[in-house]
């Protein structure tokens, strides 16, 4: 598992790439949650994220319960198809805004 | 500061343990650990075995020190697991006697009766490997699901349409439109839900959802080669998980969340969730069946044991679980209790419920105490409990099932009855208790209408066009010579054995399956509709399909445009019971008037007004006082129902309606569609006010504003 940061004005995003299971998503979390604080907008970049497990998927639960709690905006990019149907039928991805690309993303955020 | 209850006490290899708590029973995670408690009495050592997920051979096996058993409860917590990808199981110890009853053979590692999620049938079909030495894997779940505001809908049971549908069978045909990938699962039930709301029931119950496994005593079919399954799902392999290839994402194993988002969504619709459940029997089956978990625990206190050792056989499928035994009923009241506040279900249907009033030698208790448990249990409190009153040793309770003011009942009477008269028996003395909520059965013992499950087919037996397409059942796909499925139908194939292109015949199955839908949905109590019986699903006359996984199963969702008309018709008449309170009475009928409406509650008719022919029996007409609906709380319109199941059409002469109110006809099955019915609100009226033709088998339904 890989993730870079990086910041783009008041714009963090921060791009993975690897699988996400049990063992991977701990470190997920570690390096993400810093980046949470009031009213931080962050871009979770996961085009390069081919399978996630239920421990991802419950990761991902986390670090958005940690972002409202925080009034930060975190949205998720870049989701595989896979990714995407497990999650809408699991009730993961109603809790989520999610965008097919980053510059998407970002031009939302820049509105 | 670390809390001190949360730290080892001994080590096995590199794995560090601590002695756990007893309950709850099952595998529940702790801070930094999984606490595992399992129930032996005759047990004398066991060991927790442990797998990385889908493992040929266990990664460790970790026996249990005398000191963590705390009275024939083994329990340990294991340190540092990665709970996501484990799977877990027990070798037990002890005697082996047959006659005893004694199961014990420490070289088969068994599933926790208490497994919250299972694998070993992640994907539905596909073959297992029999060489495997852990078929039926306990694995872990979450209880983290998200409900947000979520709660049971507590619809009032006289309120409720309910449709009986198999997960599998709904959403698996190709002519579904449902998404590839999510036929045959819980997620593609959520993409009908737009197809409930336009029929209008408001809910649905599942038949079983808890693991099974669908190749128990699969077989090759002598006559065609093809592979018989358990289908139905009547066979449960653990009471804690649903069905792990009854989820799109099974193979991930999230079935947990999948079921749990499809019930949630569902309620956010209006829809309830009733779980049909098996607790008389096990999928080990006899004493030739595999030993998966219940046998290698505790055989002789979960099964009821001849004196030699046998299995009674009371369920008609190799085993009895032994309900009554205070240990055994604990875990049924706990696996309730599970589903219902960690799934939010609504009710639950008891298949062959009279096993659950028996005693551990089979004799029929007058206080069952598991079903008072179940009544009177705090959490239950608002779940509806329904119980199939009978069961394969010949016990049958319809009207005598010990309800303790909380059972309803599936009415086996009722759809006896109206398949008689529907056929022409001339049965109307009876017909009359059954569109009344059979107060014969329930009002002396202050059971209300509602109590009576009123359905005409179900999963059991024919589908409602094959009830009126055939006089045989047609089961040799079944591979049992036509012996297996029940002979006593009832049906009636309107004059030729099975399909047929004679207009005259088609047009008579048509309206006699009308006329059916107009029985059940002007009767008192709770109609239950078989899946696909709205659009004239058939099975091609088998009525015993538990084994096949193919078309005679699977609802074809072509015939919805084929059969439209019976859409179209059975769509408004479940509008029109929902437009109309009257019908939907909390109390039996009185007989008379007490609102001062000068009408009684419920009148009787025949050809001549306020005189029914009991004796012709084949005509029946009654009239419903709308000032006496939900027992006058409420205002509805008067409602005039008229049945001639005669070969011969009828002039019946109506009702006087009251000054300046006029009747208006809603349904009328004998004329063609889409005259033979109209929406609730846009009744027609008749031109003859003092009476009408019904034709040959028809029904007619008015209203009088």
């Known amino acids: ?111 | 500061m670390q809390r001190i209850d949360v730290h080892p006490t001994h080590t096995y290899h590199q794995y560090k343990l601590r002695c756990g708590k007893p309950f709850p029973f099952g595998a529940t995670l702790v801070p930094g650990g999984i606490n595992f408690s399992i129930y032996s009495s005759y047990a004398t050592s066991c060991i927790l075995v442990l797998f990385e997920k889908h493992a040929k051979e266990p990664l460790i096996e970790i026996p249990f020190p005398t000191e963590f058993r705390i009275g024939n409860v083994y329990c340990m917590i294991v340190f540092d697991l990665d709970y996501e990808n484990l799977e877990y199981g027990y070798r037990m110890d002890g005697p082996n006697d047959f006659k005893e009853g004694h199961w014990f053979d420490k070289s088969k590692i068994l599933m926790d009766p208490y497994a919250r999620s299972i694998g070993g049938r992640d994907v539905w079909g596909v073959t297992p490997d029999w060489q495997d030495i852990y078929q039926h894997r306990s694995r872990i779940a979450f209880d983290d699901f998200d409900w947000e505001d979520d709660c049971l809908l507590e619809i009032p049971p006289e309120d409720q349409i309910i449709y009986e549908m198999h997960v599998r069978s709904f959403t698996r045909h190709p002519s579904s439109g449902i998404k590839e990938k999510h036929q045959g699962t819980f997620a593609g039930i959520l993409e009908k839900i737009p197809y409930f709301k336009e029929l209008g029931i408001n809910t649905i119950e599942l038949m079983p959802i808890y693991e099974f496994d669908e190749f128990e005593n699969s077989r090759l079919n002598p006559e065609t080669g093809e592979l018989l399954v358990n289908y139905w799902g009547y066979s449960t392999v653990g009471f804690f998980a649903p069905k792990t290839g009854y989820a799109a994402t099974g193979k991930y194993g999230m079935q947990v969340d999948e079921f749990k988002n499809l019930v949630k969504t569902l309620h956010k619709h209006g829809i309830e969730v009733i779980l049909d459940v098996v607790f008389n029997h096990t999928a080990e089956g006899n004493e030739k069946g595999p030993t998966i978990s219940f046998r290698g625990i505790d055989n002789k206190t979960y099964y009821m044991l001849t004196p030699e050792g046998y299995y009674f056989n009371f369920s008609g499928t190799g085993n009895t679980l032994n309900c009554n035994n205070p240990i055994v009923r604990g875990m049924v009241l706990d696996c309730l209790r599970y589903w219902a506040a960690e799934y939010h279900i609504d009710g639950f249907r008891f298949d062959l419920a009279a096993i659950l009033g028996r005693d551990p030698w089979g004799y029929p208790l007058t206080n069952p105490p598991l079903l008072e448990s179940l009544a009177f249990d705090p959490i239950l409190a608002k779940c509806k409990l329904i119980a199939e009153a009978w069961d394969a040793g010949g016990l049958y309770q319809v009207g005598s099932f010990p309800a303790y003011g909380r059972w309803a009942e599936w009415n086996g009477k009722y759809r006896d009855s109206i398949r008689k008269f529907l056929k022409g028996d001339g049965n109307v003395g009876e017909v009359a208790q059954r569109l009344q909520g059979s107060p014969d059965l329930y009002a002396a013992s202050g059971r209300s209408p509602a109590t009576s499950i009123n359905f005409i087919t179900c999963h059991d037996g024919f589908t409602l066009m094959d009830l009126v397409s055939y006089n045989q059942k047609q089961n040799i796909a079944n591979g049992e010579n036509n012996n297996d499925g029940s002979n006593d139908n009832d049906s009636w194939n309107c004059g030729v054995e099975g399909p047929t292109d004679d207009p005259q015949i088609l047009s008579l199955r048509y309206r006699q399956i009308k006329n059916a839908i107009v029985m059940l949905m002007v009767s008192q109590g709770v109609p239950m509709i078989l899946m696909g019986d709205e659009f004239g699903r058939t099975k091609n006359g088998n009525n015993n399909t538990y084994c096949h996984d193919n078309e005679l199963n699977w609802l074809n969702w072509n015939l919805l445009s084929k059969n439209h008309e019976l859409f179209r018709f059975t769509k408004a008449m479940i509008a029109f019971r929902n437009a109309h309170p009257v019908l939907r009475n909390t109390h039996h009928f009185q007989n008379k008037d007490y609102v001062g409406s000068g009408l009684p509650d419920i009148s009787w008719h025949g050809t001549q007004a306020w005189q029914a022919d009991w004796s012709s029996s084949h005509i029946i007409a009654f009239m419903l006082c709308g000032k006496h609906a939900k027992q006058g709380t409420i205002a509805d319109e008067r409602i005039y129902v008229a049945f001639n199941m005669h070969w011969q059409a009828h002039y019946f002469e109506l009702p006087r309606t009251l000054e300046g109110k006029k009747w208006y006809i809603f349904a009328n099955t004998g004329v063609a569609s889409p005259m033979d019915i109209n929406s609730p609100g846009n009744e027609i009226m008749i031109d003859n006010q003092s009476g009408l033709f019904l034709r040959e088998r028809s029904a007619v339904i008015l209203i009088a504003r």
């Open chain 1, 1 to 111: 598992m890989q993730i870079s940061l990086q910041t783009i004005d008041d714009l963090q995003i921060a791009s993975l790439t690897g699988d996400i299971d049990a063992s991977t998503a701990p470190i997920v979390t570690e390096q993400i949650l810093p980046i949470i604080k009031p009213s931080a907008k962050i871009i979770l970049d996961m085009t390069k994220v081919a399978y996630m497990s239920s421990a991802g998927l419950r990761m991902l639960l986390s670090l958005h319960r940690q972002s409202t709690g925080q009034n930060s905006i975190l949205v998720i990019v870049g989701l595989s198809e896979d990714v995407q149907d497990t999650m809408a039928v699991t009730g993961f991805l109603s809790f989520f805004k999610t965008y097919s690309s980053l510059e998407e993303a970002t031009t939302v955020f820049q509105t």
